[in-house]
């Protein structure tokens, strides 16, 4: 890539306008699947008993069932609104980057 | 080499193979429980079609990009199937569905560990990975480094990560085998061996992937089988299979126990996971199969999805083991029993997901889990080799030996190489370590990937400042302390030399070799001065574009 051509790119406003908007999003993906992963794993490292307090007085099944599994779908619905919108909306401002330079 | 004579030469290898197994196996029947014929039939038929795969991917693989990345042709969903097959080991189905079935909800907490890493990799690195790279990791570290000590330091990375993993496999194959089909430990290591060279040297990542993928399906089904058996036992209700399994084990089981004592322990354990999977060179190498990013992206949700499954299913195998299996006279190690009590089951409680499908569905469904167990041991065996072999003839021999000027089918020669030594060094390790307590080998490859590969891929990406010598300085930083925290911390100095007390107290190094890697890399590039620093931070710019956009990045092959 030339110097030219990384400048003209860089100006682009819709360059400019994808990679803020992706960074912003993926950090905050990011942010929530690190705080609710280690808040689960501190959770278990100062206070192991929580997780284990039965659900209801007639059960023996603990709050760290459910938990868990919560965490395991989290991480996969996080991946999912991920995708959606990376190979939707990020992709078509792509696609008119790449359009942009293909006309001259 | 002409076509024709590969051809037969790998008819040759097949019905070699063959022998050796049909000879071992009738050797093995008399010694051990004539049950087992059945997973020998079927994972003879399993060897079977994915030979005829790599028959077929032997064809299709004409070039260097063939051969590392299936010419770039595999779709999302595939390479999904396949990254979750490369993650779903032997040892991890086998393993934490024997932790569950041990210490119950341990294996949960555990399996999270391994799963949280995928987004992270997917919103993170994924991307600019696919953007960047050809076929290996340091394609990317090394995009506007100096390629030679950079090359050098990533391939050490993924060869000291591959070998160490392959250790831990072969191993597990060996023993896993001896007790499944009644081989003998060298037979098994070396069938093992010699079945992964036969699937990487003659069909490449092609042939890789799509042993991977129909492994991954074979597990997937059998897990889920077995998952459902043992809920339909309790008209699908969790609360009575809790119950019961709490009045076997007692209500412990159900509560986080000692896998993470102290604040540092998780948190390193954490860091070593999360880290450590986004820098093991097998896994990243699969990002290079798929055709573009939208691809790429598409894999890491397929991926995530079929592990966090693959995940609820160990933890109801290993719950429905300790109803099914536990205290069940059939599985008992009666000896054992008699010496230590404690009800041990029969091989160790690895083994609870074996005997569950015995006990969900009788022989021929024992003899099918049995076989997709050896089946998953090949299938990610083959896909290590291969990682490593690329690391020593792509980065190694091509980039560094012979400074890119090298012609494709050269450079895939010498990766097929690399593969049979590759194959013949793991068979050799498989053997050594037979008798070795290696439950320090996996947490060392993930501390190793976390500390060294990974800090250095990372702010390649995302770091302006970076320079060869931070990354050199730094990333060897990262390497030497979880080397030397692994070998003066618990697992090494006290459980394996004896020790009393261990110098370095906690098991997982990777919160102070990663931090070590990151502060190392940062302080050693601004501190460099030199004109060719300058050069280096100057190109960030157009290599941030192409990693955002995918402007100038690797396209399939066409065929």
Redesign the interface.
């Given at each position: 890539?030339n110097k030219e051509l990384?400048d003209k790119?860089?100006n682009n406003p819709d360059?400019q306008e994808?990679?803020s908007k992706?960074s912003s999003f993926?950090?905050k993906?990011?942010a929530a699947?690190?705080v609710v992963?280690?808040t689960?794993?501190?959770t278990?490292?100062?206070d192991?008993?929580f997780?284990?307090t039965?659900l209801s007085a007639d059960?023996?099944?603990?709050i760290?069932?459910p938990v868990?599994?919560a965490?395991?779908?989290f991480?996969?619905v996080?991946?999912?609104i991920?995708?959606v919108r990376?190979?939707g909306e990020f992709?078509d401002l792509?696609n008119k980057?790449?359009n942009s330079?293909k006309e001259d | 080499m002409s076509m024709m004579q590969m051809n037969r030469i790998f008819l040759f290898l097949i019905l070699g193979t063959l022998a050796v197994f049909a000879s071992g196996a009738i050797e093995g029947e008399v010694t051990k429980q004539a049950l087992n014929m059945s997973a020998i039939v079927m994972f003879l038929i399993f060897v079977g079609a994915t030979l005829g795969i790599t028959y077929w991917a032997a064809k299709r693989t004409k070039s260097a990009k063939d051969f590392y990345t299936a010419g770039g042709g595999i779709t999302g969903f595939q390479n999904g199937m396949a990254i979750a097959g490369d993650y779903m080991s032997a040892a991890s189905f086998l393993g934490i569905s024997g932790l569950v079935y041990m210490q119950g909800?341990d294996g949960?907490?555990y399996?999270?560990?391994f799963?949280?890493g995928?987004?992270?990799i997917?919103?993170?690195i994924a991307?600019p990975l696919r953007n960047l790279g050809k076929y290996t990791f340091a394609d990317v570290a090394s995009y506007r480094l100096r390629q030679t000590p950079i090359r050098i330091l990533a391939a050490f990375g993924s060869i000291a990560t591959v070998i160490l993993y392959l250790i831990a496999q072969m191993v597990g194959a060996g023993k896993l085998i001896q007790l499944l089909f009644g081989l003998d430990y060298e037979v098994a290591v070396a069938l093992v061996g010699v079945l992964m060279i036969l699937y990487v040297t003659f069909g490449g990542m092609l042939a890789t992937t799509w042993v991977q993928i129909i492994k991954a399906f074979l597990l997937l089904s059998g897990a889920s089988f077995m998952a459902v058996a043992v809920m339909a036992h309790y008209d699908f209700s969790?609360?009575a299979l809790?119950?019961h399994a709490?009045q076997l084990k007692g209500?412990e089981i159900?509560?986080?126990?000692g896998l993470?004592?102290?604040?540092i322990?998780?948190?390193s354990?954490?860091i070593a996971l999360m880290f450590g999977t986004a820098g093991l060179p097998h896994i990243l190498m699969r990002f290079f199969t798929v055709s573009d990013a939208?691809e790429a992206?598409?894999s890491?949700?397929y991926a995530?999805?079929f592990i966090?499954y693959f995940?609820?299913l160990t933890f109801i195998i290993g719950f429905g083991a300790i109803v099914m299996v536990f205290q069940n006279p059939q599985y008992l190690d009666v000896a054992k029993d008699a010496i230590e009590g404690g009800s041990p089951i029969l091989g160790g409680s690895n083994m609870a997901a074996i005997h569950l499908s015995h006990a969900v569905g009788g022989d021929f469904f024992l003899g099918f889990i049995s076989a997709v167990a050896f089946a998953t041991i090949l299938a990610v065996v083959s896909g290590l080799t291969l990682a490593g072999a690329s690391a020593i003839s792509h980065d190694l021999y091509a980039s560094v030996l012979k400074r890119g000027n090298v012609d494709s089918m050269k450079e895939m020669q010498v990766s097929k190489i690399a593969t049979v030594i590759l194959g013949i060094v793991a068979i050799i390790m498989g053997i050594m370590f037979e008798k070795q307590n290696i439950a320090f080998v996996v947490g060392l490859a993930f501390a190793i990937a976390a500390s060294a590969n990974f800090p250095i891929l990372f702010l390649s990406m995302y770091w302006r400042k970076l320079t060869t010598r931070g990354a050199v300085w730094g990333g060897s930083l990262g390497l030497a302390t979880a080397v030397i925290l692994v070998i003066i911390g618990p697992t090494v100095w006290v459980d394996l030399l004896g020790n009393a007390e261990a110098i370095f107290p906690y098991k997982y190094p990777a919160l102070f070799s990663v931090t070590a890697a990151f502060v190392g890399i940062w302080f050693f590039s601004i501190t460099d001065t030199s004109h060719n620093a300058q050069l280096e931070q100057e190109a960030y710019?157009?290599q941030y574009?192409?990693s955002?956009?995918?402007?100038?990045a690797e396209g399939a092959s066409e065929h």
């Open positions: 890539m990384v790119i860089k360059y994808l990679v992706r993926s950090l993906l990011t699947m690190l992963y280690f689960f794993i501190l278990i490292a100062f192991p008993s997780l284990g039965p059960s023996v099944t603990s760290g069932i868990g599994i965490v395991i779908i991480a996969f996080l991946t999912g991920y995708t990376a190979n992709d792509n980057i790449k330079i | 909800y949960l907490i399996s999270i560990g799963l949280v995928w987004p992270i997917l919103f993170m991307e969790f609360g809790f119950t709490t209500v159900m509560n986080p126990g993470v004592s102290d604040p322990s998780a948190i354990l954490a939208k992206r598409k890491v949700f995530t999805g966090g995940y609820i710019e157009a574009i192409r955002q956009t995918g402007i100038g």
